[in-house]
């Protein structure tokens, strides 16, 4: 007995990593031939049989499984980066992980209007949107990772909730630049509605700018945006909305202070959790001619990260580190309960005998279970994000006006080396819409 029961820790307790195939085999006809004997005597232990037969018939089932998932090939993608976003993205977009496409799209989009390539902008998020919308449905690498034996890492990133919103934030600020108000609201519609499965319901739905500028874009097409003013103002927090201006022709988006960060920690590193930085930048200046507005943030996209509550996706991973956990530690007990009863000395080919081999079975199953579970958060992120948006309405004369965009710290003082200035060109009719972040260029023409 002794032997026996150092053997079966000493094989199968790390499964995971030092499991041998052909090992696991010979045990498996080792244990078939005893159970063949023990149905050929007709011991008459129903209960014990059945057991040994969902062992037997589930064991290859599983070490198929585990096979295929530790020796399935992965394409090496050694894609060489410069450090320059502008030049990495479009490379890991072309040449990198294929699942990876629409977070390097993200990435080069945010940057791309920052350097005032607003096309360029628009085609990215086009591309990341039409994948964000399919992704669920028909992608085969997000329908594995929804399983419990493939890693979250390894489908096809879409983002976070915030991450989502923020996509089609940009969206909606590029339609509104090309004068489409209808894309715009629709597009500030989703960024709500992407925000909108928090399990804490305080949370739901709860930015602000989007729902601002989807009421702002109705009034202007000749409706009514007052639903959206009321909600707006309800998530409102120390900042006072104006009332919408219809006649106001220049709109201003502006952002500002780095964004959330992400890491993973438990046991199995299944908790995904975000980690904010604190901004020396809370409060920007718009000055033109006369005109010297301070414009505070109406939008903390750090707040946005970390009290959207769980997604689908973290209960799910939440079970997984629970499943693994439960099944290693009935895989061991079963294992040592059954090498018990399979090594009594006094009863050879006994009844007690067959069902320690049927325990020693399903012990060896669940092990594998355990060993093949992979909890692991997906840590990917959209890692240049801001951490505040804002806004502002002017009415300028149609005509080129020369705007400076200081960004301050907490005691007002504007931070010189952030100055941005930009020419504007205000068209005689319809909007002009002026995109400026602290990391824009300068100077620059919109």
């Keep these: 007995m002794e032997f026996a029961l150092e053997n079966s ?67 090496a993608y050694r894609v060489p980066l410069t450090g320059d976003i502008m030049v990495d993205g479009p490379r890991m977009i072309a040449e990198g992980p294929p699942r990876d496409r629409v977070l390097w799209q993200y990435r080069t989009a ?122 707006a103002r309800a998530n409102a927090k120390n900042i006072n909305l104006p009332d919408y201006q219809p006649q106001a022709n220049v709109l201003f988006v502006l952002e500002y202070g780095p964004g959330p960060q992400k890491y993973s920690s438990g046991e199995y590193a299944e908790q995904l959790r975000f980690r904010t930085r604190s901004s020396s930048v809370v409060s920007a200046q718009i000055k033109t001619g006369s005109i010297n507005l301070q414009v505070a943030p109406t939008d903390d996209v750090n707040f946005q990260a970390t009290t959207r509550g769980g997604r689908v996706m973290d209960y799910v991973l939440a079970n997984k580190a629970v499943f693994k956990s439960t099944t290693s530690a009935v895989g061991d007990a079963a294992i040592i309960s059954g090498a018990i009863l399979a090594s009594g000395r006094n009863h050879r080919n006994s009844a007690a005998d067959e069902i320690g081999l049927g325990l020693m079975a399903a012990g060896i199953l669940s092990k594998f279970i355990s060993a093949a ?19 502002a309405t002017l009415k300028l004369a149609p005509g080129e006006h020369v705007v400076t965009v200081e960004f301050n710290d907490i005691n007002g003082a504007p931070l010189s080396h952030l100055t941005k200035n930009i020419t504007v060109n205000v068209p005689s009719d319809g909007d002009k819409v002026v995109f400026v972040s602290d990391a824009s260029i300068t100077p620059q023409s919109q």
């Design 373 to 391: 579970t992979t909890p692991e958060a997906d840590t990917r992120q959209w890692d240049n994000l801001p951490q505040f948006i804002s806004f």
């Design 110 to 231: 945010a940057a791309a209007m920052r350097r005032g390539d607003f096309e360029q902008a628009k085609a990215l998020l086009d591309a990341a949107l039409t994948r964000l919308q399919g992704v669920y449905g028909a992608d085969a690498e997000a329908r594995k990772s929804r399983g419990l034996f493939n890693e979250e890492a390894r489908k096809t990133f879409i983002g976070e909730p915030y991450e989502r919103s923020m996509a089609y934030f940009y969206r909606g600020v590029l339609y509104w630049m090309d004068g489409e108000l209808d894309n715009a609201r629709a597009c500030f519609r989703s960024a709500e509605f992407e925000d909108s499965g928090a399990e804490v319901s305080e949370y739901r739905g709860d930015w602000v700018l989007p729902d601002y500028l989807a009421g702002l874009a109705t009034t202007k097409l000749g409706g009514k945006g007052d639903d959206e003013l009321k909600r």
């Design 9 to 75: 820790r000493g094989k199968y307790s790390s499964l995971g990593t030092e499991f041998q195939t052909s090992a696991l085999f010979s045990l498996m006809n080792g244990m078939t031939q005893r159970y063949e004997a023990a149905k050929l005597r007709e011991i008459c232990f129903p209960t014990s049989l059945r057991l040994c037969v969902f062992a037997f018939k589930a064991i290859p089932i599983v070490a198929l499984l585990l096979l295929s998932v530790g020796c399935a090939s992965t394409s």
